[in-house]
């Protein structure tokens, strides 16, 4: 499926409509709902599916998302899962139901940093030498 900015627009609001309609006895100690305030959807929702139907039933409008729909419901890391340092793990934690497995290596992957400390250290003594040079 095409993800553009309507895509991630129908995603917010099939989360506002799941999260104000699932059913208390299908939560298991309110998990459902907390996962879903953090965008992120069980495998028995069907995320796909949902979204697909959303956009069938309506139109959304395919302007780049602004501020406030970018930081709602992780939608951009769903826009950019390549920025995730590691991988994704579901926790038992109300306040941190989601947490980040990964390793230095996936850090420096993400990031694109070289991990020799020699470039590191003469990255940082030409940042510092420029910053002296601005200075003057």
């Known amino acids: 499926m095409n993800r ?3 895509y991630y627009r ?4 099939v ?3 799941l999260i104000s309609t699932v059913e208390v006895d299908r939560l298991e100690k309110g998990n459902d709902i907390i996962l879903l305030r953090n965008g992120i959807f069980q495998e028995s929702f069907k995320e796909e599916e949902l979204i697909r139907k959303k956009l069938a039933e309506k ?4 302007d780049a998302l602004i501020f406030s729909e970018l ?3 992780n939608t951009w ?3 950019h899962p390549e920025k995730v340092c590691g991988k994704e793990i579901v926790t038992t934690s109300i306040e941190f139901p989601i ?6 290596e996936d850090i420096m992957n993400t990031i ?8 590191l250290e003469l990255q940082a003594l030409a940042i510092e030498v420029e910053l002296q040079l601005l200075q003057l």
């Open 4 to 6: 553009t900015p309507s």
């Open 59 to 62: 139109t959304f409008s395919n």
């Open 99 to 104: 947490t980040i497995k990964g390793s230095r």
């Open 15 to 17: 989360i506002r409509e």
């Open 112 to 119: 694109h940093i070289e991990s020799d400390p020699e470039q």
């Open 71 to 73: 930081t709602r419901f």
């Open 10 to 13: 129908a995603r917010i609001e």
């Open 77 to 79: 890391f769903a826009m």
